[in-house]
């Protein structure tokens, strides 16, 4: 082979090298969640073991116990900072408000370029936690656990999958990614036993098996 045909051979492959690699990355998730990393899968089953097993009671429970989306600086609310977090080239106005950006929702895969297609959510429920120990925590206390973002509790998903999930616990539901549900069962025993929250018989079970396989 001439020097001249090689040359020419390895300037193509180099071309088509660069838009498979060009393709890849325009295919690839714009924007992934920076939920604060969970401990590991080992550390979430030895906190598990360390849970209260106890019956729910909802009894009493009101959203409005619970102060969400109090401002952490200036104008920029949980919400909103939850928001420019997790998004990619988030433009935020003023006011601090999501003008534009790329969000990619790890619940289910999609990805987003509206803020009002988002919600915030609470990983472990409101009314989950109240169910669980919170009816008897001070407002002050509440109020934290709402707008907690040091721990893996706040994370921006698509809305509706978020409306789907409601209140429910591991037992009865979890990301339809099979890829995010060891992310999600480290995050939920952590967010428990930094609270002192206890989880029913079904939720225990459900989180043992959930944490064997990560």
């Not at 890849?24 to 401990?39: D, E, G, K, R």
């Not at 200036?74 to 003023?94: F, H, I, M, W």
């Not at 429920?125 to 669980?132: H, N, T, V």
Request: charged share 20%.
């Amino acid at each position: 082979m001439s020097k001249f045909y090689a040359r020419r051979r390895v300037s193509i492959l180099a071309a088509v090298s660069g838009l498979i690699a060009s393709i890849a990355i325009f295919n690839a998730p714009t924007a992934s969640a920076a939920l604060p990393t969970p401990v590991s899968a080992a550390t979430a089953r030895s906190y598990l073991a360390q849970l209260t097993v106890a019956t729910e009671d909802r009894t009493g429970y009101d959203r409005d116990l619970f102060p969400h989306w109090i401002t952490q600086s200036g104008a920029c609310n949980t919400r909103e900072v939850v928001l420019k977090r997790d998004g990619t080239n988030v433009v935020q106005d003023s006011s601090c408000a999501a003008t534009s950006g790329s969000w990619y929702s790890v619940y289910d895969g999609a990805t987003w370029t509206a803020a009002s297609d988002l919600d915030i959510d609470h990983l472990v429920p409101l009314a989950e936690a109240w169910d669980s120990g919170a009816d008897s925590w001070t407002t002050s206390r509440r109020q934290s656990f709402a707008n907690d973002l040091t721990r893996p509790q706040l994370i921006a998903v698509t809305d509706n999958v978020n409306q789907a999930k409601g209140d429910q616990d591991p037992a009865t539901w979890m990301p339809s990614r099979t890829a995010y549900r060891c992310t999600y069962v480290r995050a939920w025993v952590q967010v428990k036993y930094y609270y002192g929250l206890s989880v029913d018989s079904a939720e225990k079970s459900a989180l043992t098996n959930y944490l064997a396989s990560c």
